[in-house]
């Protein structure tokens, strides 16, 4: 796993939680940007897994 795969990993599980915060308390605005973390952080997780099966496939 690498750099890209965890931090997108974790963007995606903040971006989730500030999703629910926001549709919990009924501020739309929180959850559009919890939204937009996760969907970045999913995006950062793709790059990551293929960064690392282009280094696996170098090999």
Same mark, same amino acid.
């Given at each position: 796993? %690498? /750099? %890209?795969?965890?931090?997108?990993?974790?963007?995606?599980?903040? #971006?989730? @939680?500030?999703? @629910?915060? #926001?549709? @919990?308390? #009924?501020?739309?605005?929180?959850?559009? /940007? =919890?939204?937009?973390?996760?969907?970045?952080?999913?995006?950062?997780? @793709?790059? =990551?897994?293929? %960064? %690392?099966?282009?280094?696996?496939?170098?090999?």
């Amino acid at each position: 796993m %690498n /750099k %890209n795969q965890v931090k997108g990993r974790e963007n995606e599980a903040k #971006g989730k @939680v500030q999703e @629910v915060t #926001g549709k @919990v308390t #009924g501020d739309k605005g929180e959850e559009y /940007k =919890g939204k937009a973390k996760k969907h970045g952080g999913k995006a950062e997780a @793709v790059l =990551g897994d293929i %960064n %690392n099966d282009a280094k696996k496939e170098s090999k």
